[in-house]
């Protein structure tokens, strides 16, 4: 299975249990979306099925890769999926249609299941798992992302297609942790990918599913796309009025432009700024420089300073010090030593310290890739190994190697390497200045 795997399981579930009935003890589980089977004849595929190429063709061709890629990026939206098969030696792999999204019902029955909340008891003498203590009190909202980030694959596992759970179903989960004795009365999430998409990017994506070959929200936002923070207000207003709830952060990744391509978007972030932060927003601008931005699929530098602007002004006007935290990735495929110094100039200019730097990819000896993200289909990953951009039918002129390398280099000198990440010091004016002027 592969997905989220509810609707695939009670599918799977009911057709085992048909079959136990009927004493049948070899069930069809094909044919089953959100699962894949093996066949070693090709009579058994289906028509109208899409070849990906095969596995001995994608270990060994990198264009065979992308192409492979490209398909599956056509074939994500569970509203016009095609089946693919992908051969291996004699044998194929079908990869069933994706899952339909769940409906609001079936999101809150799953997610007011009577979790417990804890780790499994094995865990208990080793010190159990402190990560738990980031999600024991948040509460999950929605499910699904529509932006479209070059380097991330949540739209391939929950789809583009926002699945929201009810605020009913919200308040209850929130009143329930309430009664647990070890609630200090601090919910640390509502959210879900992108905490502030709990409606879909447009009508019709909600009536017919994503466009293929398009971006919602990707460098430019789609001209259809509809912004609306109404529903997520007022859902956070039904939590924290809870009794027994002393504050509701939000910690879930937050889309700044969004925030700044809806007409009322100031009304969020006055919730935001009086309500759901404690002193810090951590958001997620990834680069400085637009042309590393258009390639990773984010919009311009210039959205992030608006929103910084934004942001700083409704601190200002409800009187509270809180800062921004921005986050940026170094060596993105494409991306350049101009590209680097214009980053690191950027947190000068903005008196930001950075410590710790997440790069996306870095070479180990003898020159092997070692990729830190598990972006598996990832188009940033066709994009570093292909060195070009696998979606446009012509492929572009490929990235400079040479440069690439070349800004490896320059963060290695300028780096300490600590449990596998790279400590930058940007902040060492004069090994900034002494990089080219930007
Ligand atoms: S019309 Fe635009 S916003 Fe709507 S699904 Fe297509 S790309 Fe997304």
Same mark, same amino acid.
């Given at each position: 299975?592969?997905?989220? =795997?509810? &609707?695939?399981?009670?599918?799977?579930?009911?057709?085992?249990?048909?079959?136990?009935?009927?004493?049948?003890?070899?069930?069809? @589980?094909?044919?089953?979306?959100?699962?894949?089977?093996?066949?070693?004849?090709?009579?058994?595929?289906?028509?109208?099925?899409?070849?990906?190429?095969?596995?001995?063709?994608?270990? /060994?061709?990198?264009?065979?890769?992308?192409? &492979?890629?490209?398909?599956?990026?056509?074939?994500?939206?569970?509203?016009?999926?095609?089946?693919?098969?992908?051969?291996?030696?004699?044998?194929?792999?079908?990869?069933?249609?994706?899952?339909?999204?769940?409906?609001?019902?079936?999101?809150?029955?799953?997610?007011?299941?009577?979790?417990?909340?804890?780790?499994?008891?094995?865990?208990?003498?080793?010190?159990?798992?402190?990560?738990?203590?980031?999600?024991?009190?948040?509460?999950?909202?929605?499910?699904?992302?529509?932006?479209?980030?070059?380097?991330?694959?949540?739209?391939?596992?929950?789809?583009?297609?926002? %699945?929201?759970?009810?605020?009913?179903?919200?308040?209850?989960?929130?009143?329930?942790?309430?009664?647990?004795?070890?609630?200090?009365?601090?919910?640390?999430?509502?959210?879900?990918?992108?905490?502030?998409?709990?409606?879909?990017?447009?009508?019709? %994506?909600?009536?017919?599913?994503?466009?293929?070959?398009?971006?919602?929200?990707?460098?430019?936002?789609?001209?259809?796309?509809?912004?609306?923070? =109404?529903?997520?207000?007022?859902?956070?207003?039904?939590?924290?009025?809870?009794?027994?709830?002393?504050?509701?952060?939000?910690?879930?990744?937050?889309?700044?432009?969004?925030?700044?391509?809806?007409?009322?978007?100031? /009304?969020?972030?006055?919730?935001?700024?009086?309500? &759901?932060?404690?002193?810090? @927003?951590?958001?997620?601008?990834?680069?400085?420089?637009?042309?590393?931005?258009?390639?990773?699929?984010?919009?311009?530098?210039?959205?992030?300073?608006?929103?910084?602007?934004?942001?700083?002004?409704?601190?200002?006007?409800?009187?509270?010090?809180?800062?921004?935290?921005?986050?940026?990735?170094?060596?993105?495929?494409?991306?350049?030593?101009?590209?680097?110094?214009?980053?690191?100039?950027?947190?000068?200019?903005?008196?930001?310290?950075?410590?710790?730097?997440?790069?996306?990819?870095?070479?180990?000896?003898?020159?092997?890739?070692?990729?830190?993200?598990?972006?598996?289909?990832?188009?940033?990953?066709?994009?570093?190994?292909?060195?070009?951009?696998?979606?446009?039918?012509?492929?572009?002129?490929?990235?400079? /190697?040479?440069?690439?390398?070349?800004?490896?280099?320059?963060?290695?000198?300028?780096?300490?390497?600590?449990?596998?990440?790279?400590?930058?010091?940007?902040?060492?004016?004069?090994?900034?200045?002494?990089?080219?002027?930007?």
């Amino acid at each position: 299975m592969y997905g989220m =795997g509810e &609707h695939s399981i009670i599918e799977a579930a009911a057709r085992l249990r048909e079959a136990a009935e009927r004493g049948c003890e070899n069930p069809d @589980l094909r044919g089953i979306r959100g699962t894949m089977w093996r066949t070693g004849k090709p009579a058994d595929i289906p028509s109208g099925a899409v070849f990906l190429p095969s596995f001995e063709e994608i270990k /060994s061709d990198v264009q065979a890769y992308c192409r &492979h890629f490209v398909l599956q990026e056509q074939n994500a939206d569970p509203f016009s999926a095609a089946l693919l098969v992908e051969k291996s030696e004699e044998r194929y792999v079908v990869q069933e249609p994706p899952s339909m999204p769940v409906k609001t019902e079936l999101f809150d029955r799953i997610m007011e299941l009577p979790y417990t909340r804890e780790w499994h008891p094995d865990y208990t003498e080793a010190g159990g798992i402190p990560a738990l203590a980031e999600v024991q009190f948040s509460l999950t909202s929605s499910r699904g992302c529509f932006g479209a980030c070059a380097f991330c694959a949540i739209a391939f596992h929950q789809g583009k297609l926002i %699945q929201t759970r009810s605020p009913e179903s919200l308040v209850r989960e929130a009143e329930t942790l309430t009664t647990r004795p070890d609630f200090k009365g601090f919910i640390h999430d509502v959210g879900g990918p992108t905490a502030n998409f709990r409606i879909p990017a447009c009508k019709k %994506q909600a009536a017919q599913g994503s466009c293929r070959g398009r971006q919602c929200l990707g460098a430019e936002p789609c001209p259809n796309l509809s912004p609306d923070h =109404g529903e997520y207000i007022s859902v956070l207003k039904k939590i924290r009025t809870v009794p027994g709830i002393k504050k509701v952060f939000i910690r879930s990744g937050l889309r700044f432009d969004y925030i700044m391509l809806d007409p009322e978007g100031k /009304s969020f972030l006055r919730e935001l700024c009086e309500f &759901h932060i404690s002193g810090q @927003l951590k958001v997620a601008p990834e680069h400085s420089s637009d042309r590393v931005l258009k390639l990773i699929r984010k919009s311009s530098n210039a959205v992030y300073h608006s929103f910084e602007k934004a942001y700083a002004a409704m601190n200002r006007q409800l009187d509270k010090k809180q800062y921004l935290v921005p986050y940026y990735i170094a060596g993105l495929p494409g991306a350049t030593i101009e590209d680097a110094l214009h980053t690191a100039l950027e947190l000068k200019k903005a008196v930001l310290y950075p410590t710790r730097c997440r790069i996306f990819t870095r070479r180990r000896e003898p020159w092997r890739p070692a990729c830190i993200i598990p972006a598996s289909i990832r188009i940033q990953v066709c994009q570093y190994i292909f060195r070009g951009e696998p979606m446009s039918a012509v492929f572009r002129e490929p990235f400079c /190697s040479s440069t690439e390398r070349k800004t490896a280099n320059w963060l290695r000198k300028r780096s300490v390497f600590s449990n596998g990440k790279i400590c930058l010091r940007f902040y060492d004016n004069r090994k900034v200045a002494s990089g080219p002027r930007i």
